[in-house]
């Protein structure tokens, strides 16, 4: 396992409690008012455009249209089970939440973390003891479905605010499926192509250098996603997308190497252990145990262990025959082994009315509770998967 990897996620979410409101108090996000949840929103963003146009620029050329198949098996099907089974667990834990509520938390818990990903996808034990195929997929997966929570979130939240299942059914797919997500990708896909041929021809008309290539590497993973953010499009899947074409037909990856692939690599371990530390400053302590949410630590728990064990493993193993890169269950039980994302939370709670205490509906409930739940799973996750690998 890629040991500095562990040491980002684990020892920065320490460090961020320690210099948090519950340490020396050095560093509060959430002292920042009204605005906090949208600090962090857009905190979170940045550091997964950057990410996840990493994630394309890594896999394998043309990785997308060979294992297209694999991959879908592997997102769609997990995704949306995990989704309804976690669902049901949440509302019978938190009587408080209706299903549509517990829904949406539960769509907050769907995706895999890809900086967590990487811990058992990049360095010398995993290229030693995890094989290649198994490697690629699970990167390709996990940026994937960060993007793809995005109608999962649409569809808990539409079915609280609009009159009819029907109506939040159609807005969902509508909104959530064919403008977010397909739309989404389209253009970062076709964003990607047109800056790699624009690369190419400026490098065949002498106009561009090695270090010109290094520098738009940046650019380009906040454009990408920027564009379709503007436009209301899912830009994490736009990052993604960007990513696997701008490195479609090797000439980027080509032009990068070496100084290129220590660029990336530095600016990611910057950006994801300045992230983590954010992270562990944001976590609300003090919201573990409330009697007017109805949540407890002993709750959380049962919750924690239940995402561990069911959310993924057992739908990974029904489904592997039908995913070429997987190859026997004792792989597919490695695959189902992952982490969860706070950035959905975040997004789920910018959308939501700001509660009252005690909330008077369940809007103000939702948005009171989401962000409690998923940071416990996500801090539980970070430890229990980080501290329990081996090295």
Request: proline share 4%.
């Amino acid at each position: 396992m890629s040991w500095w990897i562990r040491c980002i996620v684990v020892l920065g979410t320490a460090f961020g409690i320690v210099i948090g409101p519950y340490g020396v108090n050095a560093f509060d996000p959430r002292s920042w008012g009204s605005h906090q949840n949208e600090i962090t929103l857009e905190v979170l963003r940045f550091v997964l455009w950057v990410g996840l146009f990493a994630v394309g620029v890594e896999l394998p050329c043309a990785y997308m249209k060979k294992h297209a198949k694999g991959l879908l098996v592997m997102v769609v099907p997990t995704m949306a089970c995990g989704w309804v089974v976690i669902a049901a667990i949440i509302y019978a834990l938190f009587p408080k939440l209706n299903l549509a509520s517990a829904l949406c938390i539960s769509a907050c818990l769907t995706p895999t973390d890809p900086i967590t990903c990487a811990a058992i996808t990049r360095g010398s034990f995993a290229q030693e003891h995890v094989p290649k195929e198994i490697r690629h997929i699970l990167t390709a997966e996990a940026a994937a479905n960060d993007g793809l929570a995005y109608p999962f979130l649409s569809i808990s939240i539409y079915l609280l605010t609009e009159s009819s299942v029907r109506a939040a059914i159609q807005k969902g797919f509508l909104v959530g499926w064919l403008y977010q997500v397909m739309f989404g990708t389209f253009l970062g896909a076709i964003i990607g192509l047109l800056f790699s041929k624009l690369m190419q021809w400026s490098h065949r008309k002498g106009l561009v250098d090695r270090e010109s290539y290094i520098a738009q590497y940046l650019s380009l993973a906040v454009f990408a996603p920027g564009v379709a953010y503007s436009l209301g499009a899912d830009d994490l899947l736009a990052a993604f997308a960007a990513g696997c074409a701008v490195a479609w037909d090797g000439h980027f990856k080509e032009q990068t190497e070496g100084d290129g692939d220590t660029f990336a690599s530095v600016t990611d371990c910057i950006l994801n252990c300045a992230c983590f530390i954010y992270i562990g400053a944001w976590l609300p302590f003090d919201s573990y145990n409330s009697e007017v949410l109805g949540i407890s630590t002993s709750r959380l728990i049962v919750l924690l262990i239940s995402i561990l064990l069911i959310r993924r493993i057992p739908f990974i193993l029904l489904l592997y025959k039908w995913i070429p890169e997987i190859t026997s269950w004792k792989e597919a039980l490695f695959s189902g082994h992952f982490g969860d994302a706070v950035f959905v939370s975040t997004l789920a709670s910018t959308r939501l009315p700001s509660p009252a205490n005690p909330p008077a509906n369940e809007q103000q409930m939702l948005a009171a509770t989401v962000q409690t739940v998923v940071s416990f799973v996500v801090l539980g996750s970070i430890f229990i998967r980080m501290l329990s690998s081996g090295t």
